[in-house]
């Protein structure tokens, strides 16, 4: 039942997104078909040593399309078409403008799009101005090239504008590409097809050449002139052409409207630039510098020339919001953006190594009401100091100084009352309108000058007290204190959990605080590392109450830092610990999903680093989680399998048999059949066959502990030794060898080729050993002869059974042991005897088997879970 509108709103979004991804797929197959016939078409024209360029537009066409047109281009004079007419796609319906989305609607779209990585030049085109209407614009250029800019021109409305630049891969080439990125992208339906062959051509012939299993018998691509000669389809993918796209084609309303922008990590003076790209990003700054109203400028080094990009920032006059974090920018561009921009009101600099001077900050102490100086380098800022610049910032409502110490500019971590940020904070007049203020990671703070803060400012909202050395426990915890403040939120210092004793209700006392933190840090990569730890400190003992709010914001981080190996461990390691029993029970199911995907992404990017894999596992191994949320459970049978295969820990071992084992009770026949292939058969008979030998060695141990005696005894117990290696005692497994045998069984169940693997891989030979030595063992024995009834059920490998002498046993069985290892045997021997023609029955095994059969009870359990 859908209850909200919100609900709904996501459950059209889920199926507006379904639709377009069968869209792009039909789409993307037929431009990588036409593609392909026109590279060949080339190459076979090459050889004819004709002109090129003619022969491409005689079979190329120049046709394009327009919002109206039909979804079909010409290739030549013949019935050739990209897309046949009764191939309509969503898409063209939605771009009919049948209904059209309010702004509010486009901007879930959008929104949506960019969450779910699927905003590539595609779905782009949905944003035709007669279907959408934008003001507020989210874009992830991940996967966009340049060729649908042009639609921006279109949106005269656009106020709000951030473009995210966070994948690693700045400037693409086709030897790094990889295949995630090539899977993602896809041209638009409306792009004239030389621009789609030249940009995403070299893509499409590299994806399916480098491929292809005839590769031998196809033409070189590496070596072929054509290709070579083809643009570098890299350029349009850069960062720095799609933001010079992107800003070129603004309509001149939004230019003169836009008022938040947003460049976060995008890198103005990227060394990865090209020579030609570079001489082209840069341009002549001088006659903006000459008029500067600035006299006294700051600019301490000469420097002719600016960005592109940065030079177009500065048309927008009427900005008052700005996110330049973790850009390249350097002072002298940072001063001209100043002086251009005379409206800013919010101003993140946030991890902006490059700036060393920030005096041009002192134009804007009446409008500066937002600053973000997270991880900035004040070293260099003398005369005045950084602190008497953000003194006279009077209306100043948000200021942001903390620093997780990554770049250890400044590792002094001695309190001194006198020092410059001890000063400010104890002066009777600083920024009194300030309602947020972070001094995380300063590490000289004094909670005198603290405390003096505080009382002058008993509306702050907020105060960010994370990795500090003092402790301010009065005026946070105190509510005599005059300081204290119940409506005023904090994160706190929590390093003296390290060396005290903890208890239960000092989890309840600092659990909000490690909420409030990872909320606010979850993007600070060196922050998140300390804040995980110290929520996998707190909640290996003991419970939190905030279990699914915790759950929540961890798996938030780990899609943030998805590549960053350190977070990724400290994240497994809560989750685990988050999820273990009997709190997973607790855990909504929704969550289970989650967290199962998060940690499939993981073992998929770090399939390398053991004691990542070793978290994930132990963390997946959970009856409720492998067996109540819906995820892909074939891939994560492989990623699992993956792991078996490379590493000999039993820590990763024995967690990994025990998910495929409960895993392969919900894989189709097909995927048991992949799963079970002859390599993985023979790693899995092989840990059993590791496993068995432990076994045994761990009986002799014992046996050998019980006989040892004085020194003329060795003798004697060297020969008791030798006979108990002669003739096995019986054994009892453990769990990881019947995980082992459960999953084997699971594979082999009505699946011939899986069985033939098993035989292959000398299987049979295995398990005839496992019947001599867990004979006494009823739940070893019933997976066993369960599995070698699997191979008696198919019809051309139950002969492989006479090699191991099975009929002697399978009498024995079907008498003495349990009603589980009796049904099986009675199973194994009927399937035989099935295969006997009349003059070759054994009547006497026959009413053999009817005298066992009547004797049997019926159990009380189901003995078998069938399919």
């Not at 590496?222 to 070129?248: A, C, M, Q, V, Y």
Request: charged share 20%; hydrophobic share 35%.
């Amino acid at each position: 039942m859908v209850d909200t509108p919100d609900k709904l709103c996501i459950i059209c979004l889920r199926k507006l997104s379904s639709l377009l991804k069968a869209d792009q797929f039909l789409w993307k197959k037929q431009i990588e078909e036409h593609v392909d016939r026109v590279y060949c078409e080339e190459i076979q024209q090459a050889k004819l040593n004709v002109n090129d360029e003619q022969k491409r537009k005689h079979h190329r066409g120049e046709s394009s399309r327009t919002d109206g047109e039909s979804a079909i281009q010409s290739i030549d004079n013949s019935d050739d078409k990209i897309l046949f007419n009764s191939s309509r796609l969503f898409i063209e319906y939605f771009l009919r403008g049948y209904c059209s989305l309010n702004s509010i609607l486009t901007e879930h779209l959008v929104n949506h799009l960019v969450t779910n990585d699927q905003l590539n030049d595609f779905t782009l085109s949905l944003f035709s101005s007669h279907t959408t209407s934008l003001k507020r614009l989210v874009i992830n250029i991940k996967y966009l090239s340049r060729l649908q800019c042009h639609l921006f021109n279109q949106h005269p409305n656009i106020v709000e504008l951030e473009i995210i630049f966070k994948d690693s891969n700045s400037n693409r080439t086709i030897n790094m590409t990889n295949e995630v990125f090539y899977q993602h992208i896809c041209p638009s339906l409306y792009s004239n097809f030389d621009d789609i062959y030249t940009i995403y051509g070299p893509f499409i012939l590299h994806h399916k050449y480098s491929r292809s299993p005839t590769e031998s018998r196809r033409p070189s691509l590496t070596n072929n002139p054509i290709l070579r000669n083809l643009p570098n389809s890299s350029d349009e993918f850069s960062h720095h052409k799609l933001l010079n796209g992107i800003f070129s084609n603004l309509h001149p309303i939004t230019i003169d409207r836009l008022k938040i922008l947003s460049l976060s990590h995008y890198k103005f003076f990227a060394a990865t630039h090209s020579t030609a790209v570079r001489k082209h990003s840069l341009v002549d700054m001088s006659p903006l510098i000459k008029c500067s109203t600035n006299s006294s400028s700051t600019m301490t080094t000469p420097m002719n020339f600016i960005p592109t990009n940065l030079r177009l920032i500065l048309k927008f006059t009427n900005l008052t919001s700005l996110n330049l974090s973790s850009t390249d920018i350097k002072n002298p561009c940072f001063d001209i953006i100043i002086d251009s921009l005379q409206n800013l009101e919010t101003f993140d600099l946030s991890s902006c190594r490059s700036i060393k001077l920030f005096n041009s900050l002192l134009k804007l102490s009446t409008k500066l009401k937002w600053l973000n100086l997270y991880n900035c380098c004040f070293h260099m800022q003398q005369n005045p100091s950084i602190m008497h610049i953000l003194y006279q910032l009077k209306h100043l409502e948000y200021l942001d100084l903390s620093n997780d110490n990554t770049f250890n500019d400044n590792n002094n971590s001695i309190i001194d009352n006198d020092n410059d940020i001890n000063q400010f904070l104890r002066d009777e007049y600083c920024l009194p309108r300030l309602k947020h203020l972070d001094i995380s990671g300063q590490k000289t703070i004094s909670s005198i000058s603290l405390h003096r803060f505080l009382s002058k400012h008993a509306h702050l909202q907020f105060l960010g007290l994370f990795l500090t050395n003092e402790k301010y426990s009065s005026c946070i915890f105190d509510k005599n204190d005059s300081c204290y403040s119940k409506h005023r939120h904090y994160t706190y210092d929590l390093q003296h959990i390290q060396t005290t004793a903890i208890t239960e209700n000092d989890l309840i006392l600092y659990e909000p605080y490690l909420v409030e933190a990872l909320l606010r840090y979850r993007d600070r990569s060196g922050f998140v590392q300390k804040i995980l730890y110290y929520v996998f400190f707190l909640t290996r003992s003991y419970h939190p109450k905030k279990q699914t709010r915790l759950i929540e914001l961890i798996l938030h981080v780990m899609s943030i830092h998805s590549n960053l190996q350190s977070v990724q461990m400290a994240s497994t390691a809560c989750i685990y610990n988050l999820t273990r029993a009997p709190i997973a029970e607790r855990i909504h199911v929704k969550y289970l999903a989650q967290i199962v995907q998060a940690t499939m992404n993981v073992m998929a990017t770090f399939p390398n680093q053991q004691q990542l894999q070793k978290n994930c596992l132990l963390t997946l191994c959970s009856d409720r989680i492998l067996h109540e949320p819906r995820f892909n459970f074939y891939l994560l049978a492989t990623l699992v399998m993956h792991n078996l295969q490379n590493y000999m820990d039993l820590a990763i071992i024995q967690p990994g048999v025990a998910i495929l084992s409960l895993l392969t009770t919900r894989l189709t026949i097909s995927e048991c059949a992949e799963l079970g292939s002859a390599i993985n058969l023979k790693r899995l008979l092989q840990l059993m066959e590791q496993q068995v030998d432990r076994l045994q060695s761990m009986h002799i141990n014992q046996n050998q502990q019980g006989l040892i005696g004085p020194t003329d005894e060795t003798q004697q117990t060297l020969i008791d030794i030798d006979m108990t290696l002669s003739h096995p005692q019986q054994l009892t497994s453990d769990d990881t060898l019947r995980f082992c045998l459960s999953l084997l069984w699971n594979l082999t169940d009505e699946n011939p080729v899986v069985c033939e693997n098993f035989i292959q891989s000398m299987g049979l030979q295995l398990f005839q050993r496992l019947l001599h030595l867990f004979s006494s063992d009823t739940i070893a024995l019933t997976k066993i002869v369960g599995l070698l009834s699997n191979i008696a059920e198919v019809s051309h490998l139950k002969m492989y059974l006479y090699s191991i002498d099975i009929i002697p046993l399978m009498q024995k069985y079907i008498n003495e042991a349990i009603i589980d290892v009796a049904f099986s045997a009675g199973g194994i021997l009927a399937h035989l005897l099935y295969g006997q023609v009349d003059d070759e029955i054994n009547v006497e095994l026959c009413q053999q088997m009817r005298d066992a059969i009547v004797t049997w009870q019926n159990p009380h359990t189901n003995m078998v879970t069938y399919r």
